[in-house]
């Protein structure tokens, strides 16, 4: 599983505009911004469509006061899927709804998990990264799909603050003899 300090993978991953499929590597969305990566099970489910995701819309001044550039929302279905859904929440033009459908990043974070109690199959957990420049300063993971714990705005603002309180990484000492 991917850990902070770790480069993300600069892996394939679609949207739709005007109508056609764009596929966008990771990296160009990541370069010289902090980034609030959400990793969602799933589109149109009813915790990431009815609370998760709302928390993150209404929340957006907030996260944006905290240092956060861009907030990408990763599932693992399909473009056109991920269009209508941003296109269904008000308030979320400011976000990019990126599919995952090849699960090409969930595999490669560790973050691919079965759910098939809820007739999910392959999926993704819920998680939320913070990164730099596309090295991540902070990783949190959901114990459950159905829970959003540790991975909405107020876990956001306070991964910004853990990394703005965070004693920088100062030059090694060399002893002198």
Same mark, same amino acid.
């Given at each position: 599983m991917i850990r902070q300090g770790d480069r993300l993978p600069d892996t @394939?991953?679609? !949207?739709?505009? $005007?109508?056609?499929?764009?596929?966008?590597?990771?990296?160009? +969305? +990541?370069?010289?911004r902090t980034?609030?990566?959400?990793?969602? @099970?799933?589109?149109?489910? @009813?915790? $990431? !469509?009815?609370?998760? +995701?709302?928390?993150?819309?209404?929340?957006r001044a =907030?996260? !944006?006061?905290?240092?956060?550039?861009?907030?990408? $929302?990763?599932?693992?279905?399909?473009?056109w899927a991920m269009a209508a859904w941003r296109a269904n929440l008000p308030g979320a033009e400011d976000f990019h709804f990126l599919s995952d459908a090849?699960?090409?990043?969930? =595999?490669?974070?560790g973050m691919a998990t079965r759910v098939e109690s809820l007739h999910l199959g392959t999926t993704s957990r819920r998680w939320l990264v913070i990164?730099?420049?596309?090295? /991540?300063? =902070?990783? =949190? /993971?959901?114990?459950?799909v159905l829970d959003v714990t540790c991975t909405g705005p107020d876990a956001a603002v306070a991964m910004m603050d853990e990394v703005a309180t965070a004693p920088a990484p100062g030059p090694e000492l060399a002893l002198v003899g």
């Amino acid at each position: 599983m991917i850990r902070q300090g770790d480069r993300l993978p600069d892996t @394939p991953l679609a !949207t739709v505009a $005007c109508g056609q499929l764009v596929e966008i590597p990771l990296g160009d +969305l +990541l370069a010289d911004r902090t980034v609030a990566i959400v990793g969602l @099970p799933g589109a149109f489910t @009813p915790v $990431c !469509t009815g609370h998760h +995701l709302p928390l993150l819309i209404h929340s957006r001044a =907030r996260l !944006t006061a905290a240092g956060i550039d861009r907030i990408l $929302c990763v599932a693992p279905d399909n473009p056109w899927a991920m269009a209508a859904w941003r296109a269904n929440l008000p308030g979320a033009e400011d976000f990019h709804f990126l599919s995952d459908a090849n699960h090409h990043l969930i =595999r490669a974070l560790g973050m691919a998990t079965r759910v098939e109690s809820l007739h999910l199959g392959t999926t993704s957990r819920r998680w939320l990264v913070i990164a730099r420049d596309g090295v /991540v300063l =902070r990783l =949190r /993971v959901e114990p459950s799909v159905l829970d959003v714990t540790c991975t909405g705005p107020d876990a956001a603002v306070a991964m910004m603050d853990e990394v703005a309180t965070a004693p920088a990484p100062g030059p090694e000492l060399a002893l002198v003899g």
